[in-house]
């Protein structure tokens, strides 16, 4: 059952739009400030909201699993600003990779590295892998240019809960375990991004999401998810 803002000992979850109408820029540098002090920022992105926490701190990881109720037997993913850090969270880019980012980045491709030593391991869960993704939604994008750090992009909800779509239900599933909402409206809430592991050759399809395997298909031979 979903949480209720007040069953809460925190301060209440303080929601911000960052639509046109508002500042985004001041909502952004407020978010960023609670990000790099290993708070938790709800953000919009391409699909659901997310939830973001800075990557590198392995305190804020922790608190986002608690958070969310997630095992440590699920991996996180991760958005970065640029293309450019890539290599920094990375052991090897592979040429295939390479060729998949120049094509559906920024979007709903997330893919599949082995995690680079800049990594905390609570977010590969043990498989030593971890996933990466640009997001194409200017609000995930500023945050992460914001605090010069990849962030968390795991749906903003508490596990086996469906993700949310604007930030109202956000509130209602993690109350008061967020220290801020950003506000972007209804987010298309159709699908997931598609995750690909490019660790293997070929590469795999491990989630079907926004990117179809027909898409990927035109660019690579892969193999198919797993049924059953």
Not at 123 to 137: A, F, H, Y
Not at 180 to 206: C, F, H, M, N
Request: glycine content about 10%; overall charge neutral; some cysteine.
């Amino acid at each position: 059952m979903s949480r209720g803002i007040e069953n809460s000992g925190r301060h209440p979850v303080r929601i911000i739009k960052v639509s046109s109408s508002g500042d985004p820029k001041r909502a952004i540098s407020e978010a960023g400030q609670i990000l790099l002090s290993g708070g938790l920022v709800a953000y919009p992105t391409e699909s659901f909201y997310g939830l973001a926490a800075d990557a590198t701190n392995e305190t804020a990881i922790k608190r986002l699993f608690l958070a969310k109720k997630r095992g440590p037997g699920s991996p996180v993913l991760i958005l970065i600003p640029t293309v450019e850090v890539l290599d920094e969270y990375v052991h090897h880019i592979p040429p295939i990779a390479l060729q998949l980012i120049k094509k559906f980045w920024p979007g709903g491709l997330t893919l599949v590295f082995e995690a680079g030593p800049n990594i905390p391991p609570l977010l590969t869960s043990g498989t030593g892998k971890i996933g990466i993704r640009r997001s194409s939604n200017h609000v995930a994008t500023a945050l992460t240019r914001t605090i010069g750090v990849p962030i968390s992009g795991t749906s903003a909800n508490l596990s086996g809960e469906p993700p949310c779509r604007n930030a109202h239900e956000v509130r209602r599933s993690l109350g008061n375990d967020v220290d801020l909402i950003l506000d972007g409206g209804d987010t298309k809430g159709e699908i997931g991004s598609t995750v690909l592991d490019v660790t293997v050759d070929p590469p795999r399809i491990l989630r079907q999401g926004m990117v179809s395997q027909d898409e990927i298909l035109t660019n690579i031979r892969i193999c198919h998810p797993e049924t059953g």
